[in-house]
């Protein structure tokens, strides 16, 4: 399936972001960075929130 089919399908929709919407992301990404590396956490714990870094670019 192309992604002009799942345009015309409906099953995606365009979508026009903000200066907010990419600095709430950012916020997130940076929030989630700093917490990966709080020696206290678990190893899996900390991967998983770096992860979610990830995730959220």
Known sequence: ???QDLLNSQR????KTS??????L???VERDLA?????DLSDDRR???AYNAVLQL
Do not use: K
């Open 1 to 3: 399936m192309t992604w």
């Open 12 to 15: 995606v929709r365009p979508h």
């Open 19 to 24: 200066s907010q919407e990419l600095y709430d």
């Open 26 to 28: 950012r916020a997130v």
């Open 35 to 39: 917490d990966s590396q709080i020696p």
């Open 47 to 49: 991967f998983a929130t």
